[in-house]
């Protein structure tokens, strides 16, 4: 671990002053926050393309906007993209993977035929890096998602061609977790559901229950392998009725006690999800959190340190629910560099988490005696606490860069790597 700059161990020690006063231990919190992985998502650095011949362009509701140079053409490239951005955040993290991001050898390999030699590259590249990683079934942007259902569509051949895959990809997801000593959660998400009012909405209901009983059936090791479900409010192309709502996977997941599945975007535009949190671990045994930003609706903007992220991170420390959370990020932005999108959102992420660790416990003692008036002074005057200090000496010790020396690396990059990609 490195020392920290002295300009930065003169900030740091006049805010390590200032937190004692509070009683706070911001070597204990950063001890703490290195502790907590977050889960990288591949599809940032690709428009969320990945690396097989279906004919199809992007359907399911997913849209990516914006032409920025640069982006990832092979899995070599993406590797190295995500090796960049991963010497900029401090910290030991987690790659999740989408199905579609296999390694082909140029062969016409249909989603339910995908098995765990497809992604020996990017397994081997996790294990060279120390990292775990996640997984998803692709259920969108092919030939039988056209038609914007998969395990809930009418037809029973459907039906089974995408069961087929998710039980593929559970596999994957198992030898993953068995390969690198850490379990996988492997997340399944579809994009179905009507543009306009339905007549029915039990029998879609019905038809997905049933697919995702013959998915889960075999059961798997926990210790390589969790199953997640996830809910969505709606999508382009399902405006009025998406057959997963977050009804129906709170119900599926709670009797079935799987992860449950929980995106910042995926609810309407003023509802939060932080109060979801406390009250969804109390009936399914954990959750995972996807950490996005939706701007009027699920669009999966780079994650900014805004009100919502910061009361995400709060309600998962002070009720000490990190231990039953994977924490992954999810969003895509052509617009930019890709590289300075997963390094912003990822550390934004982890800034979010680092000011709840610093939170004075002064907080939760006035509650507890019932004085909200210093309840709320107190939360407000944390607020201007100098937590910008404590994470420039915790980047340093990381051997990162602090502030937005970062994006110096990324400039330079640009400059010998992306610049020279057609």
């Known amino acids: 671990m490195a020392k920290p700059s002295k300009l930065t161990a003169q900030s740091y020690s006049s805010a390590k002053a200032r937190y004692a006063e509070m009683g706070v231990d911001t070597e204990a919190a950063m001890a703490a926050l290195v502790r907590i992985p977050i889960s990288l998502h591949c599809w940032q650095g690709d428009d969320v393309g990945g690396f097989e011949s279906t004919g199809e362009g992007l359907s399911g509701g997913i849209a990516v906007t914006g032409n920025y140079p640069g982006k990832a053409r092979t899995p070599d490239e993406l590797r190295a993209d995500l090796d960049k951005a991963l010497s900029l955040i401090p910290g030991k993290h987690r790659l999740n993977l989408h199905a579609f991001y296999g390694e082909f050898g140029n062969k016409k390999v249909d989603r339910n035929e995908i098995r765990p030699e497809h992604f020996k590259g990017w397994i081997d590249w996790a294990k060279s890096n120390g990292m775990g990683m996640d997984f998803n079934p692709t259920c969108f942007s092919h030939p039988k998602a056209a038609d914007g259902f998969t395990l809930s569509h009418p037809k029973k051949a459907i039906r089974d061609f995408w069961i087929e895959h998710c039980i593929a990809s559970r596999e994957i997801g198992a030898a993953m977790g068995k390969a690198l000593g850490s379990p996988t959660v492997t997340n399944v998400w579809i994009p179905d559901g009507f543009k306009d009012t339905p007549v029915d909405r039990l029998s879609p209901r019905q038809r997905l229950s049933d697919s995702l009983d013959k998915v889960f059936a075999k059961k798997l ?18 405006e009025s009725y998406v057959v997963g709502s977050h009804e129906f996977y709170m119900g599926y997941a709670i009797k ?103 939170e004075p416990p002064a907080l939760r003692e006035a509650e507890k005696s019932g004085d909200y008036t210093s309840r709320l002074a107190l939360m407000e005057d944390a607020k201007g606490l100098p937590w910008g200090a404590v994470w420039d000496a915790y980047c340093e010790s990381q051997n990162v860069p602090s502030g937005t020396d970062w994006l110096a690396e990324v400039k330079q990059y640009e400059s010998s790597v992306l610049s020279k990609r057609a």
């Open 221 to 238: 090791n926990p210790k390589h392998h969790l199953d997640a479900v996830e809910c969505k409010l709606f999508g382009i192309g399902s």
């Open 256 to 358: 079935n006690q799987k992860v449950l599945c929980l995106d910042a975007g995926h609810f309407h535009p003023t509802e939060g999800i932080a109060d979801k949190l406390s009250s969804a671990l109390m009936f399914v045994p954990e959750i995972l959190l996807h950490v996005s930003r939706g701007v009027r609706w699920d669009s999966d903007h780079v994650v900014t340190l805004d009100d919502a992220l910061q009361s995400i991170a709060a309600e998962l420390v002070r009720n000490k629910l990190l231990s039953r959370t994977h924490i992954g990020l999810d969003f895509f932005d052509a617009s930019i560099n890709r590289i300075a999108a997963w390094s912003i959102g990822t550390r934004n992420t982890l800034k979010a988490l680092l000011i709840a660790l610093l």
